[in-house]
Every structure is written in structure tokens, then in C-alpha cells.
């Protein structure tokens, strides 16, 4: 079974430019999650999808982070424009349905100078 | 505020030997609480979870103790080997909700 896959891997921006990353999920899994994990601390979660939907974005920075799922599959995560403090690993997850296991994806790590 | 807190942040233990991880919350309405392991360039992937109508759970070397009433839960791992060498992080998820709070990390290191 493929895992959940996850572009780029690695992006080095300058600050206020924008940037987007870009997952695509376990095949037939309905949740999608974006974590964004800082550097020694553990992943938080910034929004979550159930197919199209958005069901928690409360920690989505909506001034300048945005994301979708069109379809119901894959998901894009932008930041614009981005901030010296955005720099982290960006980790995308699936599970099947709600409450089951997530499955992460290997991140985007990114730098913003 | 930091629901779920863990320790130790960094640990080193002898092949053979076991790690032991705590963390602690205070939210009583987490009713599901799981261990993520993640290698250096990998997302973290499930090691364990238990929920807190039974006090332990073992699966092969891993073992997680929970203790609902002091709202602790740890996880042991028994004769560590070098492979076992990773960050290991906690999480929990509150009843009714999705959305996992994870613990700040504990890097492993199994000396050979």
C-alpha cells in the first residue's frame, strides 16, 4: 500500500514570499490532516479535511496560511507570505475515517530566510 | 498551553537495557492516547496506543503503562536495541474529537 506522498521535500524561501506544498493522501482515505511540526517540539495540527470539507482549522494562521482539498483527494498548504517563524517540517496525514490511525507523510521541511 | 507533557527530552540507554518515556496530561477528557516513533527524515509513525479503561498494554517490546487517576501513561521499551534509535513522541485526542496533541519528543539513542 502506497504511503501518503508529499512535495517538495525541501524549500528555501525568503521571507514574504509565498510558498505551497502539496500532499496526496493513503488511496480511499477521507481524512486529511496538516501538521506543522517546529523543530524539538511535536507535531500541531493546523487544519483538518474530511473529503472536501474543512472540519478544524483553529490553529490555521488565516492571515497567511490557506489550504484545500479539491475533490475530496489531494491538498495543497500555502503560505502567503511567509515569516522567519513559518520555518518548520510541513507533515501531511490520512486515515481512513475519522478517529482511525493517522498516517504521516515524510514532510516538507521548510526554511524561510 | 502545552497539553501533553513528556520526558525526558533526550535519552541514552545501553543495548539490552530498557527506555522508559512518561508523559502527563490534564485534560480529562483525552480518552485515547497513542506513541508515535519518527526516524530522522520521516513523518511519525504509530508505535502503540492504549485507552484508559485498561492500565497496560503490550505489544512485542513495547509496553504502555497507563494510570488514570495520577492522568500518567508511559511507555517501556524492553531490551532497547540500536534499531529502536529515534524520537519517540506522545500524543492524546479528546472524546468526540479527531485532532491528536502531541508531547515535545524524547530522542532514544541505544548504544551498541
Known amino acids: 500500500e502506497a504511503g501518503v506522498a508529499q512535495s517538495p521535500r525541501y524549500k528555501i524561501i525568503e521571507k514574504r514570499q509565498s510558498v505551497a506544498f502539496w500532499c496526496n493522501p493513503i488511496s480511499g482515505h477521507a481524512t486529511l490532516y496538516w501538521y506543522q511540526q517546529i523543530l524539538g517540539q511535536g507535531p500541531k495540527l493546523l487544519i483538518q479535511?474530511?473529503?472536501?470539507?474543512?472540519?478544524?482549522d483553529s490553529q490555521l494562521p488565516k492571515d497567511r496560511f490557506s489550504a484545500e482539498r479539491l475533490k475530496g483527494v489531494d491538498s495543497t498548504l500555502k503560505i502567503q507570505p511567509a515569516k522567519l517563524e513559518d520555518s518548520a517540517v510541513y507533515l501531511c496525514?490520512?486515515?481512513?475515517?475519522?478517529?482511525?490511525?493517522?498516517?504521516f507523510g515524510p514532510g516538507t521541511r521548510l526554511t524561510v530566510l | 498551553q502545552q497539553q501533553v507533557k513528556q520526558s525526558p527530552q533526550s535519552l541514552i540507554v545501553q543495548k539490552g537495557g530498557i527506555s522508559i518515556i512518561n508523559c502527563a496530561y490534564e485534560?480529562?477528557?483525552?480518552?485515547?492516547f497513542p506513541w508515535y516513533q519518527q526516524f530522522p527524515g520521516k513523518g511519525p509513525a504509530l508505535l502503540i496506543a492504549i485507552r484508559p479503561d485498561v492500565s497496560e498494554k503490550k505489544e512485542g517490546r513495547f509496553t504502555i503503562s497507563f494510570n488514570k487517576s495520577a492522568k500518567q501513561f508511559s511507555l517501556h521499551i524492553m531490551d532497547s536495541q540500536p534499531g529502536d534509535s529515534a524520537t519517540y513522541f506522545c500524543a492524546a485526542r479528546q472524546t468526540g474529537a479527531n485532532n491528536l496533541f502531541f508531547g515535545t519528543g524524547t530522542r532514544l539513542t541505544v548504544i551498541p
Open positions: 496525514a490520512s486515515s481512513l475515517g475519522w478517529a482511525d490511525t493517522q498516517y
Open positions: 479535511f474530511q473529503n472536501n470539507g474543512v472540519v478544524d
Open positions: 485534560n480529562t477528557a483525552f480518552d485515547y
